[in-house]
């Protein structure tokens, strides 16, 4: 509640000034650096919450892998949930795409291939429209890098959107980093950025920066912060292999680790 406050301050404050060029910058802030809370908002009443309950029992689903009866259970629950999601709001593509994780799990790869193509093809109307935006950048490279497509023959190509998305992600956050016009705005959700970037340097395999971000999180973040806890499930599920369920390596561990905060993290 706090840091809304501050943010809500600092976009007053800039929205107020009597200098044309920092109203620029607040529309710019407002509409193309979209920020977590600010999307979660406006959607929690359009299949919010199913949405939330699919990707918690796919999770189930997962987890129970060798449990036949449990897992086809959770498989069940997670599909009604998310149909009831898209129903009430076919526009998310996050939606889209957990609907597609969830048919390349259960079984059901034509399924899975059309609505990853379906969240592709929303993520891409958002960035025509909104094209720094940071949220709409990341999300939409996660996806290109560990979601449906990993298993395509032109991935390659699924890749190279992900490190150019990434990129003008990593690209606005710099920006609004140095702008002193916008540091307000920066510093209010400055841990929201941090979270960004450590999915960027995963996606971009930057281990360096990586590691140097994960020694920031260790002196400044402490148990609850988010920022603790992704820095924590990094070390545990992908570096020591501790994931909830199989995985085949350390890339895949990646992707897993990537397309569980980006549901999390969005939301």
């Not at 509640?1 to 976009?11: N, Y």
């Not at 109203?23 to 949405?51: C, K, M, S, V």
């Not at 995985?247 to 897993?256: G, L, W």
Request: include cysteine; aromatic fraction near 16%; charged fraction near 25%.
């Amino acid at each position: 509640m706090l840091k809304k406050f501050l943010l809500t301050a600092c976009l007053l404050a800039l929205c107020h000034s009597c200098f044309a060029k920092v109203e620029t910058a607040y529309a710019t802030l407002a509409d193309g650096a979209h920020i977590t809370a600010a999307y979660t908002a406006g959607n929690r009443d359009n299949g919010y919450e199913d949405y939330r309950h699919a990707w918690s029992r796919y999770n189930d689903a997962l987890k129970a892998w060798d449990d036949v009866p449990q897992r086809t259970e959770a498989f069940n629950d997670a599909i009604k949930a998310i149909n009831l999601a898209t129903t009430k709001d076919a526009e998310n593509p996050s939606y889209w795409l957990l609907d597609s994780r969830i048919y390349r799990s259960r079984g059901g790869v034509a399924y899975a291939k059309n609505f990853f193509a379906k969240a592709c093809a929303l993520y891409e109307q958002l960035l025509e429209k909104d094209p720094t935006s940071v949220t709409y950048n990341l999300q939409y490279a996660i996806a290109c890098y560990a979601g449906d497509a990993q298993f395509y023959s032109d991935y390659s190509s699924y890749k190279a959107k992900a490190v150019q998305h990434t990129h003008a992600a990593l690209q606005t956050i710099d920006m609004l980093e140095k702008d002193y016009e916008k540091k307000c705005f920066f510093d209010a959700v400055e841990d929201e950025f941090l979270e960004e970037k450590f999915l960027a340097y995963v996606i971009l395999h930057d281990y360096k920066s990586l590691a140097k971000l994960r020694e920031q999180i260790d002196n400044n973040y402490k148990e609850p912060d988010n920022l603790y806890y992704m820095n924590s499930d990094y070390e545990n599920l992908v570096l020591q292999g501790k994931w909830h369920w199989k995985v085949n390596n350390k890339e895949s561990a990646e992707k897993a680790f990537l397309m569980y905060y980006l549901h999390d993290w969005m939301n």
